[in-house]
């Protein structure tokens, strides 16, 4: 009941601790209604200013100005009935007001003129600075256009005030202006404080992320891109008072090369459409918005589907005009209300930028918009980084190009190869008369062995085995036997190492290398096809001893040295350099796989420079992805990483679309990890991913599997924000996890749990420990249960849900009675114990938290009864540590004292014999506590000072380095009081 002013206030803190939203907007109107009632002014003007904020923070800041009018007339009658909060709040929001009428084209220019002159008045009289009033007008004349230089010096020459916007949104600002001049690098220079955390508010560093997301870009800083629109967008996504940020990241995606990501955030924000109240920002909403939309239109996706406002279905032609018939009309009221074009001519600025990178940034998290889009070319063609084979006129010169392409094994041959299928399926295609091109029925054949090799890249498998037979008995047709049986002969092992079960049927590879044999012989085979017949054995010998490493039978090892060895020979005989070079790949392989590292690189290398003599250079990417293969594996991270780099450099140049690049990016960010160069680690694994996702759903495990590495690389460079996006990405709702293993889904949601503690939200962390529960609730391991139960509990205390996190602390016990995890539950109770003092109630709670202390304690004593695997030290410690911070919490600081003392002693009775830096940081810890403890609380500061003096150079002598540190300045401060 709402019937005294105690109540009112008190559901108006209530309020105020919930998001803002349409709920907390809701109670705020009701609760003014409420406060009215009462002639109380302090009552009626907490209301008023509670609404005011609900208004500003929920996209209805054109609603402000009213509030705003009832608060100064409040003000005016009863200034002394205002709080000091809420005095200064009166003076603050004046800016809110200013900022809500520029921002509105219904608003008469001279109208806005005129509030600035009662903001500067009203500061006036108050004994306030006018820095704030001249910001006001730097925001005025920038929105205009009109004496922005000027207004800017005017602002930025005044000192800050109490008044003054706080840094990090002056900062942005600052920045904006910057950018406006077209100095990217000053601006970003400018934005250092925020974008680095140094300086924040409610809504920094979310706001300064997206300002600089395309300055970025177009210095090319791409890592610190990637890295702030990861971390940005999550803070602003679904938020009515970040519309233009929202915009922004939007049209980062599509200048990037993001488009399905970019649609992506438009289905996740869609919402953000009906937030009419704020007409600047909408403006910049809907801007934003139509970059990615008109992009996507000009690149002919205009009957694509995409999300747009609520109660009807859009595609990208319909949604592009409902964008630029509203948003062309609110800029033309804004520079007819204004009288210049700046508004406009800013609109038509951003719309006039083309995609900024030559092919899309990789940014780690998996996008499931449009998968029609994840093959799209990138909007830029990238520079070609070599002269590609011309494609002749002639038909029948470019068969025979192609032939000759293929049997070099060159790139260029594929091309060719599609150009020969179009021209042949062509309505008025006449097959030549051509002796060196054969008959009609050969080139159907050879184009139905084509559409088999495309199958096979695309892994699909049994596609790719039907298509060669088809070829087969085209060839047999066409009265060509050779080519018939290398065709057949390679249906015999497209399914080794790719289909489950395949197993190699060496009675008909046997068969077929005797007919091979005999058939080249005759002439009616070709030196490569019989060479291609003995690589199948060789490829199915290698197979065969791979699955039984590591230790192979003499017969398999005989088996793939006589396949291997005769395929070399041949190929040396008919002087094939490719074919000779790949037997020796297989040797190679076979020699890392089984530990024999040296051997096999100094192998490959021999290969790389044997392709260079025999001028095949668009062999060596494959060979180098395995030689950094066999350096990674043989403890040479730097050298592979190297090594990688021309793999992937050399592949591209040729245009070797068949290269492997997902697998060799995610190596080449594993190297990366190894030698510490995390930021390419980082860049290797984000396209790693984005490789994987272009190769379809049946590598979403391998695209999975990335991800978590990268979350991992993030999470230990202290970028939490960009590692919980990602693994968002891999958990997201509208992205199935079907195909995943349950374990892998396991340890993405344990992840993105630990990630968000990390960044203090409690509440979505609990939920995913929840999902993470329900995920293992059937699993026999019940070591994982009692982790999930532990962590959950705490998670759920921290969030302030103390009666689940004591059913996550019950699920926890029974997880331990049936497999015990003594020192995980220990420290669950500890953290509990002392958040039930600090957090859930204050001294009031200290039996509770002593209880939980006691059980603790009973753990260890348990445990030692029962022979349970526990570290007592660590426990004990721990439990005396706790109790100490509970103790001094109730103000019981001689029982807290001793307790600290009691776990520097435990600690250092752990720590003594070998200095073992754990136990040692710890004691020092406990140190500083006994210290805070006795020189604070007990007023004993000579004591305390003696106490941290030995345990600094206790701390020096063990070898420690941040604890001597922390504990003098501690003394210092100590000393000095």
Same mark, same amino acid.
């Given at each position: 009941?709402?019937?005294?002013?105690?109540?009112?206030?008190? %559901?108006?803190?209530?309020?105020?601790?919930?998001?803002?939203?349409?709920?907390?907007?809701?109670?705020?109107?009701?609760?003014?209604?409420?406060?009215?009632?009462?002639?109380?002014?302090?009552?009626?003007?907490?209301?008023?200013?509670?609404?005011?904020?609900?208004?500003?923070?929920?996209?209805?800041?054109?609603?402000?100005?009213?509030?705003?009018?009832?608060?100064?007339?409040?003000?005016?009658?009863?200034?002394?009935?205002?709080?000091?909060?809420?005095?200064?709040?009166?003076?603050?929001?004046?800016?809110?007001?200013?900022?809500?009428?520029?921002?509105?084209?219904?608003?008469?220019?001279?109208?806005?003129?005129?509030?600035?002159?009662?903001?500067?008045?009203?500061?006036?009289?108050?004994?306030?600075?006018?820095?704030?009033?001249?910001?006001?007008?730097?925001?005025?004349?920038?929105?205009?256009?009109?004496?922005?230089?000027?207004?800017?010096?005017?602002?930025?020459?005044?000192?800050?005030?109490?008044?003054?916007?706080?840094? !990090?949104?002056?900062?942005?600002?600052?920045?904006?202006?910057?950018?406006?001049?077209?100095?990217?690098?000053?601006?970003?220079?400018?934005?250092?404080?925020?974008?680095?955390?140094?300086?924040?508010?409610?809504?920094?560093?979310?706001?300064?992320?997206?300002?600089?997301?395309?300055?970025?870009?177009?210095?090319?800083?791409?890592?610190?891109?990637?890295?702030?629109?990861?971390?940005?967008?999550? %803070?602003?996504?679904?938020?009515?008072?970040?519309?233009?940020?929202?915009?922004?990241?939007?049209?980062?995606?599509?200048?990037?090369?993001?488009?399905?990501?970019?649609?992506?955030?438009?289905?996740?924000?869609?919402?953000?459409?009906?937030?009419?109240?704020?007409?600047?920002?909408?403006?910049?909403?809907?801007?934003?918005?139509?970059?990615?939309?008109?992009?996507?239109?000009?690149?002919?996706?205009?009957?694509?589907?995409?999300?747009?406002?609520?109660?009807?279905?859009?595609?990208?032609?319909?949604?592009?005009?409902?964008?630029?018939?509203?948003?062309?009309?609110?800029?033309?009221?804004?520079?007819?209300?204004?009288?210049?074009?700046?508004?406009?001519?800013?609109?038509?600025?951003?719309?006039?930028?083309?995609?900024?990178? +030559?092919?899309?940034?990789?940014?780690?998290?998996?996008?499931?918009?449009?998968?029609?889009?994840?093959?799209?070319?990138? %909007?830029?063609?990238?520079?070609?980084?070599?002269?590609?084979?011309?494609?002749?006129? *002639?038909?029948?010169?470019?068969?025979?190009?192609?032939?000759?392409?293929?049997?070099?094994?060159?790139?260029?041959?594929?091309?060719?190869?599609?150009?020969?299928?179009?021209?042949?399926?062509?309505?008025?295609?006449?097959?030549?008369?051509?002796?060196?091109?054969?008959?009609?029925?050969?080139?159907?054949?050879?184009?139905?062995?084509?559409?088999?090799?495309?199958?096979?890249?695309?892994?699909?498998? !049994?596609?790719?085995?039907?298509?060669?037979?088809?070829?087969?008995?085209?060839?047999?047709?066409?009265?060509?036997?050779?080519?018939?049986?290398?065709?057949?002969?390679?249906?015999?092992?497209?399914?080794?190492?790719?289909?489950?079960?395949?197993?190699?049927?060496?009675?008909?590879?046997?068969?077929?290398?005797?007919?091979?044999?005999?058939?080249?012989?005759?002439?009616?085979?070709? *030196?490569?096809?019989?060479?291609?017949?003995?690589?199948?054995?060789?490829?199915?010998?290698?197979?065969?001893?791979?699955?039984?490493?590591?230790?192979?039978?003499?017969?398999?090892?005989?088996?793939?040295?006589?396949?291997?060895?005769?395929?070399?020979?041949?190929?040396?005989?008919?002087?094939?350099?490719?074919?000779?070079?790949?037997?020796?790949?297989?040797?190679?392989?076979?020699?890392?796989?089984?530990?024999?590292?040296?051997?096999?690189?100094?192998?490959?290398?021999?290969?790389?420079?044997?392709?260079?003599?025999?001028?095949?250079?668009?062999?060596?990417?494959?060979?180098?992805?395995?030689?950094?293969?066999?350096?990674?594996?043989?403890?040479?991270?730097?050298?592979?990483?190297?090594?990688?780099?021309?793999?992937?450099?050399?592949?591209?140049?040729?245009?070797?679309?068949?290269?492997?690049?997902?697998?060799?990016?995610?190596?080449?960010?594993?190297?990366?990890?190894?030698?510490?160069?995390?930021?390419?680690?980082?860049?290797?694994?984000?396209?790693?991913?984005?490789?994987?996702?272009?190769?379809?759903?049946?590598?979403?495990?391998?695209?999975?599997?990335?991800?978590?590495?990268?979350?991992?690389?993030?999470?230990?460079?202290?970028?939490?924000?960009?590692?919980?996006?990602?693994?968002?990405?891999?958990?997201?709702?509208?992205?199935?996890?079907?195909?995943?293993?349950?374990?892998?889904?396991?340890?993405?949601?344990?992840?993105?749990?630990?990630?968000?503690?990390?960044?203090?939200?409690?509440?979505?962390?609990?939920?995913?420990?929840?999902?993470?529960?329900?995920?293992?609730?059937?699993?026999?391991?019940?070591?994982?249960?009692?982790?999930?139960?532990?962590?959950? +509990?705490?998670?759920?205390?921290?969030?302030?849900?103390?009666?689940?996190?004591?059913?996550?602390?019950?699920?926890?016990?029974?997880?331990?009675?049936?497999?015990?995890?003594?020192?995980?539950?220990?420290?669950?109770?500890?953290?509990?114990?002392?958040?039930?003092?600090?957090?859930?109630?204050?001294?009031?709670?200290?039996?509770?938290?002593?209880?939980?202390?006691?059980?603790?304690?009973?753990?260890?004593?348990?445990?030692?009864?029962?022979?349970?695997?526990?570290?007592?030290?660590?426990?004990?410690?721990?439990?005396?540590?706790?109790?100490?911070?509970?103790?001094?919490?109730?103000?019981?600081?001689?029982?807290?004292?001793?307790?600290?003392?009691?776990?520097?002693?435990?600690?250092?009775?752990?720590?003594?014999?070998?200095?073992?830096?754990?136990?040692?940081?710890?004691?020092?810890?406990?140190?500083?506590?006994?210290?805070?403890?006795?020189?604070?609380?007990?007023?004993?500061?000579?004591? %305390?000072?003696?106490?941290?003096?030995?345990?600094?150079?206790?701390?020096?002598?063990?070898?420690?380095?941040?604890?001597?540190?922390?504990?003098?300045?501690?003394?210092?401060?100590?000393?000095?009081?």
């Amino acid at each position: 009941m709402l019937d005294t002013p105690g109540a009112v206030m008190a %559901a108006l803190r209530e309020n105020d601790a919930r998001p803002y939203g349409r709920t907390r907007t809701v109670t705020a109107e009701e609760l003014v209604d409420a406060a009215e009632q009462f002639e109380d002014t302090e009552v009626r003007s907490m209301a008023l200013l509670e609404l005011m904020e609900a208004y500003e923070y929920d996209g209805e800041s054109n609603k402000s100005p009213v509030v705003f009018a009832r608060i100064l007339k409040l003000w005016d009658q009863d200034p002394d009935g205002f709080g000091d909060w809420a005095a200064q709040q009166v003076f603050w929001r004046f800016k809110w007001v200013a900022g809500s009428l520029r921002d509105n084209p219904d608003v008469p220019l001279p109208a806005v003129e005129r509030w600035l002159t009662e903001l500067r008045d009203r500061y006036r009289a108050a004994g306030h600075g006018l820095q704030p009033y001249y910001a006001q007008r730097y925001h005025l004349a920038r929105h205009t256009g009109v004496g922005v230089q000027d207004a800017y010096e005017l602002w930025t020459a005044r000192p800050r005030t109490e008044l003054s916007n706080c840094h !990090a949104c002056e900062t942005r600002a600052r920045a904006r202006h910057f950018l406006d001049l077209g100095e990217d690098a000053r601006a970003l220079e400018t934005l250092v404080p925020v974008l680095s955390g140094r300086s924040s508010c409610a809504e920094e560093p979310c706001l300064s992320q997206s300002v600089a997301l395309l300055p970025l870009l177009r210095l090319g800083r791409l890592d610190e891109a990637r890295s702030t629109h990861l971390a940005g967008y999550r %803070a602003a996504r679904g938020k009515a008072s970040m519309l233009a940020a929202v915009a922004r990241h939007i049209e980062f995606c599509a200048l990037s090369g993001n488009e399905p990501r970019g649609l992506e955030l438009l289905a996740e924000n869609r919402d953000l459409f009906a937030v009419t109240g704020e007409p600047g920002a909408r403006l910049d909403f809907l801007t934003g918005v139509e970059v990615l939309i008109a992009a996507l239109a000009a690149a002919g996706h205009g009957e694509l589907a995409v999300s747009g406002p609520a109660g009807r279905g859009w595609t990208v032609d319909t949604l592009l005009a409902h964008l630029r018939t509203e948003a062309d009309a609110l800029a033309a009221r804004f520079d007819a209300r204004n009288g210049t074009d700046t508004v406009g001519a800013a609109r038509r600025a951003r719309l006039a930028v083309r995609p900024l990178l +030559a092919e899309p940034l990789a940014l780690g998290v998996r996008a499931v918009a449009a998968p029609e889009l994840a093959g799209a070319a990138p %909007a830029v063609a990238p520079a070609p980084r070599r002269t590609v084979e011309a494609v002749p006129e *002639d038909f029948a010169a470019l068969v025979l190009r192609a032939r000759e392409l293929e049997l070099l094994g060159h790139p260029d041959g594929d091309r060719l190869w599609k150009r020969v299928s179009e021209r042949a399926a062509a309505a008025d295609f006449t097959h030549p008369e051509h002796a060196e091109l054969g008959g009609p029925e050969r080139l159907r054949a050879e184009l139905a062995e084509q559409r088999a090799h495309e199958a096979l890249q695309r892994d699909d498998h !049994a596609e790719g085995a039907a298509g060669l037979l088809a070829a087969a008995e085209l060839f047999e047709r066409a009265g060509l036997p050779g080519p018939a049986l290398m065709v057949r002969t390679r249906t015999l092992i497209v399914e080794l190492g790719e289909v489950e079960g395949a197993v190699a049927d060496w009675p008909a590879l046997d068969a077929a290398s005797a007919r091979a044999e005999e058939l080249h012989a005759m002439g009616d085979m070709t *030196d490569d096809d019989r060479l291609i017949v003995l690589q199948s054995l060789a490829y199915a010998a290698h197979h065969d001893l791979v699955e039984a490493l590591p230790e192979p039978s003499a017969g398999t090892t005989a088996r793939f040295e006589a396949a291997v060895g005769g395929y070399r020979r041949a190929a040396v005989e008919l002087g094939s350099a490719r074919r000779a070079a790949t037997s020796r790949q297989y040797l190679a392989d076979a020699a890392a796989r089984q530990g024999r590292s040296a051997e096999a690189a100094a192998e490959l290398r021999e290969v790389l420079a044997q392709l260079e003599a025999a001028e095949l250079p668009w062999h060596t990417p494959r060979v180098l992805g395995l030689l950094g293969q066999v350096l990674l594996q043989g403890g040479e991270p730097g050298e592979a990483v190297e090594v990688f780099h021309r793999a992937l450099a050399e592949a591209v140049r040729w245009g070797d679309d068949a290269y492997p690049y997902a697998p060799t990016y995610m190596l080449l960010g594993h190297a990366a990890m190894q030698v510490e160069d995390f930021g390419g680690a980082v860049r290797a694994l984000s396209e790693a991913a984005a490789r994987f996702d272009r190769l379809g759903d049946g590598v979403v495990e391998d695209a999975a599997r990335v991800r978590l590495q990268l979350a991992d690389v993030l999470r230990g460079t202290g970028r939490d924000a960009d590692a919980v996006a990602v693994l968002e990405s891999v958990l997201d709702a509208s992205a199935s996890t079907a195909g995943l293993d349950a374990r892998m889904v396991a340890q993405a949601r344990l992840d993105l749990a630990r990630g968000l503690v990390e960044l203090e939200e409690y509440r979505d962390a609990a939920e995913e420990y929840l999902r993470l529960a329900e995920l293992v609730a059937d699993w026999e391991d019940q070591e994982t249960h009692t982790m999930v139960a532990c962590e959950a +509990a705490l998670t759920l205390a921290r969030a302030g849900s103390w009666d689940a996190a004591e059913a996550a602390l019950g699920r926890a016990r029974e997880a331990h009675e049936e497999a015990p995890q003594v020192d995980q539950l220990a420290s669950t109770l500890r953290e509990l114990a002392q958040l039930t003092v600090c957090e859930r109630g204050g001294p009031e709670w200290l039996d509770a938290a002593l209880a939980l202390l006691a059980e603790a304690d009973a753990l260890g004593e348990a445990a030692e009864r029962r022979g349970q695997q526990y570290t007592a030290w660590y426990l004990r410690g721990g439990s005396h540590y706790a109790r100490a911070r509970c103790l001094a919490v109730a103000d019981r600081f001689e029982e807290a004292l001793a307790e600290a003392e009691r776990a520097v002693e435990v600690y250092g009775e752990q720590g003594e014999p070998a200095g073992a830096p754990q136990p040692e940081s710890l004691r020092a810890e406990s140190v500083r506590l006994a210290a805070l403890i006795e020189g604070g609380d007990l007023d004993r500061p000579k004591a %305390a000072v003696q106490r941290l003096t030995a345990a600094i150079a206790r701390a020096e002598a063990a070898g420690l380095t941040e604890a001597p540190r922390v504990l003098a300045e501690l003394r210092g401060r100590i000393a000095g009081d």
